[in-house]
């Protein structure tokens, strides 16, 4: 009984805490980037303005906002308000698992490139560890159970993270619900602004009395 009890436990708690990870993705993300970035701010940029690195940084930044703002919109044409109750496997969901976290991932790093800080690229690579190691799977987990067997072959053929175009497939028409747009688009109004606040921020680093405590990367 007692060894029944420990196997109980061991087995429970591993979900718990992946299902708690799910729940608190957002947050726990939130705290990584906020956190680096916040290091980062205090520290000056790498390249200065009128150099052909910020050039650079800032045209990469912007290839980077741009891929992770079509794919979260994309993916919302197809699974808007559905997310956790219907089996989306078209379309940019037929390419890879979790479109809408490609997405959010690429604005993070557009964020690090924005800020020419390898600190704020050491924040998004922990945020991204933490969904891939805990938050997607406790999301999985919840799907499998509700969605069940077409669920389970879909994990086992379609890729989590990197997509896999030749998996491709999409209806002709798709059904599109404007609540699901409605969330996604209130979602934008928390990164939407990075691209600007990144040129105003780092303009202020190199202003004199903006503080700089330390020559981070």
Request: hydrophobic share 50%; proline share 6%.
């Amino acid at each position: 009984m007692a060894s029944g009890l420990a196997q109980s436990r061991t087995s429970v708690t591993p979900h718990t805490g992946k299902r708690w990870a799910f729940r608190a993705r957002g947050l726990v993300g939130a705290l990584f980037v906020a956190g680096f970035g916040a290091a980062a701010l205090c520290s000056p940029p790498h390249f200065t303005a009128d150099s052909w690195g910020a050039v650079a940084c800032n045209c990469a930044g912007w290839v980077l906002f741009t891929a992770g703002a079509l794919m979260r919109f994309w993916s919302t044409l197809y699974i808007g308000g559905r997310k956790l109750h219907t089996l989306a496997c078209e379309g940019p969901y037929s390419i890879v698992r979790n479109p809408l976290y490609v997405g959010t991932f690429l604005v993070w790093a557009s964020a690090a490139v924005y800020f020419q800080s390898i600190t704020l690229g050491v924040g998004v690579a922990l945020g991204i560890a933490f969904y891939r190691f805990f938050a997607v799977p406790g999301e999985e987990k919840q799907l499998a159970a509700t969605l069940g067997e077409p669920y389970e072959q879909y994990l086992r053929t379609v890729p989590r993270f990197i997509p896999r175009p030749s998996l491709w497939r999409s209806p002709a028409t798709i059904t599109v619900t404007v609540h699901g747009l409605w969330l996604e688009c209130r979602r934008a109004s928390r990164w939407v602004w990075v691209p600007v606040l990144a040129e105003i921020v780092n303009h202020l680093r190199v202003v004199d009395g903006w503080p700089q405590w330390w020559m981070l990367p």
